[in-house]
């Protein structure tokens, strides 16, 4: 099992702020396709993936990153600290 | 070296004074604020920032060890909100005590530049018209980051 997160306007898109999903994606990648195939709004969320951002276990890494032994997942549009 | 992240209010003279009192053999110390700044029209009625709670400090704590690994700080504070906030309130700051001011104006140059595209947080706009937009992200900011390598 693997918690998606979502943050900013990815978790007002999806409508929620995230999710446990049973998964055997390989990468973030498989991931963003399987979680897109799941209803119109997921779609609309992850249409163009070079507006998003992802970090693995709390690290920020990209979309062809490995999934194996991952406990954790976060999409979130680029990030406006400071 | 300190990280806190909080959506309280903090006393920025109180947290600059005391930063600069504990710094042992510092020749200088560097401190920076971020305001929440009203947009053009004057109509920002609030700033909500969004934060990843179990990334934030993380991320912070790993900006902070890049900055060590650069400079030869003897200390460095940065503190971040989150929540709603108002215009003038303060969102951020960082503090950074080296030796010589070079270092510490380089560390919180540093900071300040992978704070505002590597840290997790999100801000969203509230006008008094009742419109609502989530900041996005400047080019120029990616930009600044490249700087560094």
Not at chain 1, 20 to 27: L, P, S
Not at chain 2, 90 to 113: K, N, Q, S, W, Y
Not at chain 2, 123 to 141: L, M, P
Request: charged share 25%.
């Amino acid at each position: 099992m693997l918690d998606v997160l979502y943050f900013a306007w990815v978790r007002e898109r999806i409508g929620l702020p995230g999710e446990r999903v049973e998964t055997g994606a390989a990468t973030v990648r498989a991931l963003v396709a399987e979680l897109s195939a799941t209803d119109a709004r997921h779609a609309a969320a992850f249409a163009d993936i070079s507006a998003l951002r992802v970090a693995v276990d709390q690290e920020l890494t990209d979309f062809d990153a490995p999934l194996a032994g991952a406990r954790e997942v976060a999409f979130f549009p680029p990030m406006t600290g400071g | 070296m300190t990280v806190r992240v909080q959506a309280a209010p903090f006393d920025y003279g109180a947290e600059c004074a005391r930063f600069a009192a504990g710094v042992a053999g510092a020749g200088a110390v560097v401190t920076f604020a971020g305001v929440v700044r009203d947009n053009d029209a004057g109509t920002l009625k609030r700033m909500v920032i969004e934060h990843y709670p179990a990334m934030t400090e993380k991320a912070l704590t790993a900006i902070v060890g890049q900055a060590r690994a650069r400079w030869p700080l003897c200390d460095c504070l940065i503190i971040h909100r989150y929540g709603a906030l108002v215009p003038g309130e303060m969102i951020m700051m960082v503090a950074t005590a080296a030796r010589h001011r070079a270092a510490a104006f380089g560390a919180a140059e540093f900071l300040m530049d992978y704070l505002k595209s590597r840290a997790p947080f999100w801000k969203r706009e509230i006008t008094s018209d009742g419109g609502a937009a989530w900041v996005e992200s400047r080019s120029e900011d990616e930009g600044a980051l490249r700087r560094w390598n």
